[in-house]
């Protein structure tokens, strides 16, 4: 649909015997935070994998606002994938500034993007001195720096202290207000509760659930997630 | 292109490993000419022989002695262990990832990984050739195998484009740069050891072993030393296709990875 950032249309990925996706489709619509719930092992991180061209899918198709091809789509699309890399010999600054090269976005975008996360006055320090916390900010100023028109995050606030993870959720609601349309996935399911408009379950490679937000979000999630540990 | 192979450069030069190697191949084929230059008028003998009188002296041919010692593994192994690093380390600690998430196709992200290599590679070899000529030529003279030595750098750009591209290749089917450098010394060792064989059939009257000797990667590696004396186009010829060859493999071994 003309209104939606995001289309998964029935992705599947096997590795080996294991089907990690099983004919996946989903959309994020603009504007909105979709919230991508599910089980370790679902198959949330394939499927972002997928969507951002680092796997390819077995079968299926991704659009970006429209955008089919594997290498256009990704403009605009900022992204942080499981615990964000970096070099380590070089400055968050100089990190951010190679992305900025690939994404062919001005350096000028980098001040904001590390004011934004509070992190403008550690830009200079190497990133081997960075804790696990200010390494995930780092992650974010790289998905948000340019405005982006769709974020996709993979479990942004990992590793991050209550301040931080709230700090995030306030940074997301106000990119999502401005119009950014967001996919997180996440396994905590109050923080997805707190400011995701919608949610999609993914159990075993498979969506089972998908719909607005509600005060029964964990009723619904322990219904439709299969039993981890008997 | 410009800009991304721009970026990667600056990674290059930030890496440990790139700086060092960036510092050992502009400054060695310099002290290397220095010290050959040390030996004019030397009465040391070898072989009844002053050794001052056995060498001649001038500025290429010192620079070709600092160029000789650049060849000689360690910048080879420089640029594969940075190639490792570049694309089977950056695998393996997600940094090739975060490239790839943004609008650049895998072709572009390959080439601007071998590019910075190669121009990385080539500044410290123009570099360091050209300080070891200014160091050396107005104390040894300027009367000397100028031709030669440009011939010889000209080709040593060729010659460590190859290394690059058999590393990059190597790399793409490996997760370690350890493992590059493993690999590389064993294919390089496995190629001695077949041109040693060749070499040995060839003294023994075999007549296609010469020939079958000069298209060995090995041999096509080191035409940049073959300007003067033993030239052979067949061995040039072989270091194009080998190389081509290693980045076409490459190149297709690097579209089809998955990048977790």
């Known amino acids: 649909m003309a209104s939606d950032a995001l289309v998964t249309n029935g992705i599947s990925r096997r590795f080996g015997q294991r089907e990690a996706l099983r004919a996946l489709s989903f959309s994020v619509r603009k504007g909105e935070i979709y919230g991508f719930l599910g089980p370790n092992g679902a198959g949330k991180t394939t499927a972002i994998r997928c969507i951002l061209g680092l796997i390819k899918a077995d079968s299926g198709s991704v659009s970006i606002f429209g955008d089919h091809h594997s290498v256009s789509r990704l403009t605009g699309v900022g992204s942080m994938v499981e615990t964000p890399a970096f070099h380590g010999f070089m400055t968050g600054h100089e990190n951010l500034a190679l992305s900025a090269a690939y994404a062919a976005l001005e350096e000028s975008v980098i001040p904001p993007a590390l004011q934004a996360v509070g992190l403008a006055d550690r830009a200079h320090e190497v990133v081997d001195g960075y804790s696990l916390g200010m390494r995930q900010r780092l992650g974010l100023a790289r998905a948000i720096m340019g405005s982006p028109r769709l974020l996709i995050l993979d479990e942004p606030t990992n590793g991050m202290d209550p301040r931080g993870m709230k700090d995030v959720r306030d940074l997301l609601v106000g990119l999502a207000a401005q119009g950014t349309s967001i996919l997180v996935s996440s396994h905590l399911l109050a923080e997805v509760q707190q400011f995701c408009t919608r949610v999609g379950i993914l159990d075993h490679g498979v969506l089972v659930h998908e719909g607005v937000v509600g005060d029964d979000l964990e009723s619904v999630y322990l219904s439709v997630t299969q039993q981890g540990i008997q | ?260």
């Open chain 2, 1 to 260: 292109m410009k800009r991304l192979i721009a970026a990667e450069m600056r990674v290059l030069w930030r890496r440990p490993t790139g700086r060092m190697a960036a510092i050992v191949g502009t400054a060695l084929p310099v002290l290397v000419a220095l010290l050959y230059g040390t030996l004019q008028g030397s009465t040391v003998q070898f072989n009844d022989q002053a050794i001052g009188d056995m060498l001649s002296f001038s500025g290429p041919d010192a620079a070709s002695r600092g160029l000789f010692a650049r060849h000689f593994y360690v910048m080879p192994l420089f640029l594969v262990a940075l190639a490792g690093q570049s694309v089977a380390g950056e695998r393996t600690d997600h940094m090739l990832r975060e490239r790839a998430v943004r609008p650049v196709s895998r072709d572009q992200l390959f080439l601007s990984k071998l590019l910075s290599l190669w121009l990385f590679s080539t500044l410290s070899l123009l570099i360091g050739s050209a300080l070891a000529l200014l160091l050396t030529t107005p104390w040894l003279g300027v009367s000397g195998p100028w031709i030669d030595f440009m011939a010889s750098v000209a080709l040593s750009i060729l010659t460590e484009m190859g290394v690059i591209a058999m590393a990059v290749m190597l790399a793409t089917w490996v997760r370690s740069s350890t493992m590059v450098v493993i690999s590389g010394l064993l294919l390089l060792g496995l190629d001695g050891v077949f041109r040693l064989g060749l070499s040995g059939l060839g003294l023994l009257g075999v007549t296609w072993a010469p020939t079958v000797h000069q298209v060995m990667w090995g041999s096509g590696l080191g035409i940049w030393a073959n300007v003067g004396s033993g030239w052979s186009w067949i061995s040039a010829a072989a270091l194009i296709v080998w190389t081509g060859f290693a980045l076409l493999q490459g190149r297709q071994r690097f579209n089809g990875l998955d990048l977790p």
